[in-house]
């Protein structure tokens, strides 16, 4: 690895109404280098990522490459300097194939200047078997699955052949075998000499790939060193300003009656207090199960019992009615109204215990609001403040605080912290221990195996749209969930 630097950012300045985003940032890059950026929701991470990226113009300071000053006008500017970005969320046209969206404005042509739809997949292909994927290049991207579609969103960034390429959360809708393929394409595009800014809460990741790290908190610049001379503890440190200790907290106090069960071709209970976890690949069938147990839509059969009596869930309506609450893995575009204020969001499930005579007590939704606000540490201007600027971490807590008005007996938390940083995971991963102790069953669905291990009282296993295997909290380890989910385990 070359020790000059390729890229190098002086005194970075950006500011939005309310908030300094970034405040006088120092950031550099070496030529073939992995340089991981660290913080919490709201540290500035995205903010530097978009100036690189030509989206944002800072309001001062100065980005140079290969030691000479440039000027990141817009997103074309930055490509055409040879930046490459890779967003967490995705930017593909669902319509058109994999091959219009890797080739996306840079079809090659014949001499008569129509697209030459022959070199077109045969490139694309090229492109996919280095990442091992076995797809029809004239696959519509609508057809994909939501990991296929990161990977796509990845060979569009590297097929131009960029010099730096960003990564923004690359992993966080692949399966651990998915993202294998990853790091190793990664690797390999290291050696011949690709420089890359990978963002990732999920720091494994950052310790397993990066030369360096650098850490952002509330818009500055506090850390850059290499990894191999900081360990986890020290880095989580540095990103939320304190000790962060026993992240997943403790269970509070004894398991009650049972709450909840689901007979039928799938099985399983929850008692009051208890967290049961639903683990297994992509694919099998967790995301399903949670929707079709909170009517969305409901389950074709079976039956479901709430306290020990018969109960039939048709709609999320009945669900909520019936205090069953389902908070969605994909926040954005399924859990929250962004365009709302924070305070409208918090109610947003319980509306009539807030209206008076078919009037809304506004009065009583702001004196709610606050009380989210401050009981789930929202980081918020206002409760006025449209949900759309949180960050990814409060968005969560508003999304977690919306679902607690409807004070659930059973509550759904489907991959509770994806895109989440460590701070805020800690608090979300608390409240959920907190909310167990007062009784709530909790069914949580989650990819993620240290916070499987963290938080459950027992795992489930799914496969193929069935329970596969049950571990005890002190039998589960990832050894053997692993192993139950790709079907190598041993009854």
């Given at each position: 690895?070359?020790?000059?630097?390729?890229?190098?950012?002086?005194?970075?300045?950006?500011?939005?109404?309310?908030?300094?985003?970034?405040?006088?940032?120092?950031?550099t890059?070496?030529?073939?280098?992995?340089?991981?950026l660290?913080?919490?929701?709201?540290?500035?991470?995205?903010?530097?990522?978009?100036?690189?990226?030509?989206?944002?113009?800072?309001?001062?300071?100065?980005?140079?490459?290969?030691?000479?000053?440039?000027?990141?006008?817009?997103?074309?500017a930055?490509?055409?300097?040879?930046?490459?970005?890779?967003?967490?969320?995705?930017?593909?046209?669902?319509?058109?194939?994999?091959?219009?969206?890797?080739?996306?404005?840079?079809?090659?042509?014949?001499?008569?200047?129509?697209?030459?739809?022959?070199?077109?997949?045969?490139?694309?292909?090229?492109?996919?078997?280095?990442?091992?994927?076995?797809?029809?290049?004239?696959?519509?991207?609508?057809?994909?699955?939501?990991?296929?579609?990161?990977?796509?969103?990845?060979?569009?960034?590297?097929?131009?052949?960029?010099?730096?390429?960003?990564?923004?959360?690359?992993?966080?809708?692949?399966?651990?075998?998915?993202?294998?393929?990853?790091?190793?394409?990664?690797?390999?595009?290291?050696a011949?000499?690709?420089?890359?800014?990978?963002?990732?809460?999920?720091?494994?990741?950052?310790?397993?790939?990066?030369?360096?790290?650098?850490?952002?908190?509330?818009?500055?610049?506090?850390?850059?060193?290499?990894?191999?001379?900081?360990?986890?503890?020290?880095?989580?440190?540095?990103m939320?300003?304190?000790?962060?200790?026993?992240?997943?907290?403790?269970r509070?106090?004894d398991?009650?009656?049972?709450?909840?069960?689901?007979?039928?071709?799938?099985?399983?209970?929850v008692?009051?207090?208890?967290i049961?976890?639903?683990?297994?690949?992509?694919?099998?069938?967790?995301?399903?199960?949670?929707?079709?147990?909170?009517?969305?839509?409901?389950?074709?059969?079976?039956?479901?019992?709430?306290?020990?009596?018969?109960?039939?869930?048709?709609?999320?309506?009945?669900?909520?009615?019936?205090?069953?609450?389902?908070?969605?893995?994909?926040?954005?575009?399924?859990?929250?109204?962004?365009?709302?204020?924070?305070?409208?969001?918090?109610?947003?499930?319980?509306?009539?215990?807030?209206?008076?005579?078919?009037?809304m007590?506004?009065?009583?939704?702001?004196?709610?609001?606050?009380q989210?606000?401050?009981g789930?540490?929202?980081?918020?201007?206002?409760?006025?403040?449209?949900?759309?600027?949180?960050?990814?971490?409060?968005?969560?807590?508003?999304?977690?605080?919306?679902?607690?008005?409807?004070?659930?007996?059973?509550?759904?938390v489907?991959?509770?912290?994806?895109?989440?940083?460590?701070?805020?995971?800690?608090?979300?991963?608390?409240?959920?221990?907190?909310?167990?102790?007062?009784?709530?069953?909790?069914?949580?669905?989650?990819?993620?195996?240290?916070?499987?291990?963290?938080?459950?009282?027992?795992?489930?296993?799914?496969?193929?749209?069935?329970?596969?295997?049950?571990?005890?909290?002190?039998?589960?380890?990832?050894?053997?969930?692993?192993?139950?989910?790709?079907?190598?385990?041993?009854?």
């Amino acid at each position: 690895m070359d020790a000059s630097p390729l890229l190098e950012v002086r005194g970075l300045v950006k500011t939005f109404p309310g908030v300094r985003a970034l405040d006088g940032v120092d950031f550099t890059l070496r030529r073939g280098e992995v340089h991981a950026l660290c913080g919490e929701n709201g540290a500035g991470k995205s903010t530097l990522i978009h100036i690189l990226a030509g989206a944002y113009t800072p309001d001062s300071g100065t980005v140079a490459l290969d030691g000479r000053p440039v000027r990141l006008a817009n997103p074309h500017a930055a490509a055409e300097l040879g930046i490459g970005v890779v967003f967490q969320e995705r930017s593909l046209c669902p319509n058109l194939s994999i091959a219009e969206n890797i080739f996306a404005h840079r079809q090659p042509l014949r001499a008569c200047g129509l697209i030459d739809w022959t070199a077109l997949y045969q490139q694309t292909e090229e492109l996919l078997r280095l990442f091992q994927l076995r797809l029809d290049p004239r696959t519509p991207v609508k057809a994909l699955s939501a990991a296929l579609q990161q990977l796509v969103e990845v060979i569009k960034a590297v097929a131009p052949q960029p010099r730096i390429l960003i990564l923004d959360e690359p992993t966080s809708s692949l399966t651990a075998g998915e993202t294998e393929v990853l790091f190793a394409n990664l690797a390999r595009l290291k050696a011949d000499g690709l420089s890359f800014i990978y963002v990732s809460h999920h720091l494994p990741e950052v310790f397993a790939l990066s030369d360096r790290v650098t850490v952002l908190r509330d818009g500055r610049h506090v850390h850059t060193g290499a990894t191999a001379e900081i360990d986890e503890p020290q880095l989580i440190s540095r990103m939320v300003g304190r000790t962060l200790s026993d992240l997943f907290g403790r269970r509070q106090g004894d398991l009650g009656a049972e709450c909840f069960r689901l007979e039928g071709d799938v099985e399983l209970h929850v008692r009051r207090g208890e967290i049961v976890t639903l683990a297994g690949l992509a694919g099998a069938g967790r995301t399903e199960l949670a929707r079709g147990i909170f009517g969305a839509p409901p389950l074709r059969g079976g039956r479901m019992f709430l306290d020990g009596q018969p109960a039939r869930i048709t709609s999320p309506g009945e669900a909520i009615r019936r205090r069953v609450a389902y908070l969605t893995e994909d926040r954005k575009e399924q859990g929250l109204f962004l365009d709302m204020a924070v305070r409208a969001n918090c109610v947003a499930a319980s509306l009539p215990r807030f209206s008076r005579h078919g009037l809304m007590d506004e009065r009583a939704v702001d004196a709610f609001g606050e009380q989210c606000v401050r009981g789930y540490r929202i980081a918020t201007p206002s409760l006025s403040q449209r949900v759309l600027h949180l960050s990814g971490g409060n968005q969560q807590k508003v999304l977690l605080a919306l679902w607690m008005a409807t004070e659930p007996r059973l509550l759904i938390v489907d991959e509770p912290t994806r895109g989440v940083d460590i701070g805020a995971r800690s608090e979300i991963y608390h409240r959920l221990r907190e909310l167990a102790g007062r009784g709530v069953g909790i069914l949580m669905i989650s990819s993620d195996l240290p916070e499987v291990l963290g938080m459950s009282d027992r795992v489930l296993v799914m496969r193929g749209g069935r329970l596969v295997r049950e571990f005890a909290a002190a039998e589960a380890t990832e050894e053997n969930i692993i192993a139950a989910a790709v079907g190598k385990d041993r009854p």
